[in-house]
């Protein structure tokens, strides 16, 4: 039986995100820019940027929550 994370069907470029658990330089919303490459289908990793800061970062898609899906037509 194969465990789903929660959200983490719904996470493509141009959703917008949090992070769970944040710690320092981590709270806000972030916009998804795209899959790492070669991140592992068990638990990929996103390349994200904070809305307000645009301060870039990694995150693995277990530590991500939804707050607004990709627009259709603006990735």
Not at 15 to 23: A, I, Q, T
Not at 65 to 74: F, I, K, M, N
Request: hydrophobic share 30%; net charge positive; no cysteine.
């Amino acid at each position: 039986m194969e465990v789903q994370i929660p959200g983490m069907q719904d996470i493509e470029t141009g959703s917008e995100v949090k992070v769970r658990k944040p710690g320092q330089g981590e709270r806000g919303v972030w916009r998804v820019t795209g899959e790492v490459a070669n991140s592992g289908p068990d638990d990929p990793a996103y390349d994200l940027t904070n809305l307000v800061s645009g301060r870039r970062r990694i995150f693995r898609a277990s530590r991500l929550t939804v707050v607004r899906a990709a627009r259709p037509g603006r990735r």
